[in-house]
């Protein structure tokens, strides 16, 4: 039995002020509770812009969202409290340690004393990062900043979770780490919302996916039955490539 729908998205679309051309153009589309769902788009294809929309950092120009049953907008302040964003960019106060950065996001969600101290320890841990807690993020690798940025956005324990590139620019392990604890994060109920380039990747970790480019929804579906469906393209990368095309992107 398919899970309940969690995110609705109907009608959306999105101009940025002085663009002749739609950021998001009229799309549709549910995500379910409990899945690990793909935006999967070349540059500027629109997937930041979704995922911006799905967090209330912008409005929908027309359309609307829906998040556990509640609008993305005249609800914005209720939705804050069941979701965690992992942005692409690194969030970090580079000068604070890892556990100061911790302890300060988890401040910002509302957490004090022991019960952040145990979700601290806990991520630290889990992240390998236990040994590098007290020095300062400024000299972490890009790995370690990536995973403290992930612990960031997890020690409220969201209900749904909005990753943007979480992998850009790590090593191999690191990755693995990332992409193993996500499987885990969704055996929890965690419902997970995900950004990449990394087809690969997608393939590994994701129950659905969606084709995005211009802002339009290319393809949906379960990134194995999408392939099985075009078995000349082999992969997913294959047919990512005949959808949105080969031109070099900036």
Not at 28 to 49: H, M, Q, V, W, Y
Not at 66 to 91: F, L
Request: proline content about 4%.
């Amino acid at each position: 039995m398919a899970e309940p729908v969690i995110i609705r998205i109907e009608d959306l679309s999105k101009f940025y002020k002085g663009s002749d051309e739609p950021a998001i153009d009229n799309i549709s589309l549910d995500i379910c509770r409990n899945e690990i769902f793909g935006l999967l788009g070349p540059n500027g294809a629109g997937k930041t812009t979704i995922i911006s929309i799905l967090c209330g950092l912008f409005s929908p120009g027309n359309g609307k969202v829906t998040i556990e049953g509640m609008d993305s907008q005249s609800d914005r302040n209720k939705i804050k409290h069941i979701i965690g964003i992992v942005p692409q960019d690194i969030a970090l106060y580079p000068t604070l340690t890892g556990l100061e950065n911790l302890q300060f996001f988890g401040n910002m969600y509302g957490l004090r004393g022991k019960l952040l101290k145990e979700r601290i320890d806990e991520y630290l841990v889990r992240f390998g990062l236990d040994r590098f807690a007290k020095k300062r993020v400024t000299k972490y690798s890009g790995g370690m900043k990536r995973r403290v940025n992930l612990i960031a956005g997890l020690l409220h324990k969201p209900k749904i979770l909005f990753l943007d590139e979480p992998t850009v620019g790590i090593d191999v392990q690191s990755r693995n780490v990332i992409l193993d604890f996500l499987h885990e994060l969704k055996a929890t109920g965690t419902t997970i919302i995900y950004t990449s380039h990394y087809m690969e990747e997608a393939e590994r970790l994701c129950d659905r996916v969606a084709i995005i480019d211009s802002g339009k929804i290319l393809a949906v579906g379960n990134p194995r039955k999408l392939v099985e469906e075009n078995p000349e393209y082999k992969n997913l990368e294959n047919l990512f490539l005949e959808l949105t095309g080969k031109d070099l992107r900036d």
